[in-house]
């Protein structure tokens, strides 16, 4: 199931889920209702980057297992103080870092990379390129649309083993094909903005000190 919801092209995912339809029927029928949109991303509606599970939905969940049994405004007042501590442990990592794109998505960069060394780059024109891998197989790579037809570039806009061997053939620095969601400049960005304490009005606070928190 993660094969086809992972596939970047059609006929992968069909052949996938073909697979899952012949080993179980029950388990096709179900992901046919859930709507294929909701989970694969050859049929996603929008961009979905590299994220294809609700690991964060999850981990919030479990952020917030204690703080549900509190009181309402506890409960908002533990979920500001949170974010407050994360935004200012995230920026001051973000501006801390010299390096030009997140570091997961360079690791990503540089494995792609890897597996260029036995590709075949030939011109189709000043700026498209086919590449051809060991097995054979060919790939057209379409520099200014930003285009592979493996369809991984344009899914996760991290270039692909093949937009990095065209990149490399016409010496054009394999960042420029990063999307800019993934510079630090942008992760910066993201953490701009402070969140501050609710103040208290006349000497009241607002809110209800949270199990071991003092109130100075
Ligand atoms: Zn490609």
Redesign the pocket.
């Known amino acids: 199931m993660s094969a086809a919801a992972r596939a970047f092209v059609l006929d992968d995912f069909n052949k996938k889920f073909l697979e899952i339809q012949r080993v179980n029927p029950g388990c096709a029928a179900y992901l046919v209702d859930v709507g294929f949109s909701h989970w694969t991303r050859v049929h996603s509606a929008g961009k979905r980057y590299n994220i294809m599970d609700n690991n964060i939905a999850e981990s919030w969940n479990q952020v917030l297992k204690e703080a549900r049994e509190y009181p309402f405004i506890c409960m908002l007042e533990y979920i500001r103080t949170t974010v407050m501590e994360w935004f200012a442990v995230r920026r001051t990592r973000a501006a801390s870092s010299a390096s030009v794109i997140a570091p997961t998505v360079r690791k990503i960069v540089e494995e792609n990379f890897e597996s260029t060394m036995a590709m075949a780059v030939r011109p189709i024109s000043d700026f498209e390129f086919q590449?051809q891998i060991r097995s054979g197989e060919c790939?057209t790579?379409k520099l200014v649309e930003g285009t592979?037809?493996?369809?991984?570039?344009q899914c996760l806009s991290i270039?692909?083993?093949?937009?990095i061997a065209a990149a490399n053939r016409l010496g054009v620095s394999v960042d420029t094909f990063v999307d800019v969601a993934y510079f630090e400049e942008t992760i910066r960005h993201a953490y701009d903005e402070k969140i501050y304490p609710i103040p208290s009005v006349g000497g009241i606070l607002l809110w209800e000190p949270l199990p071991g928190q003092k109130v100075t």
Do not use: A, R
């Open positions: 590449v790939f790579v592979c037809s493996c369809n991984q570039f270039p692909c083993p093949h937009v």
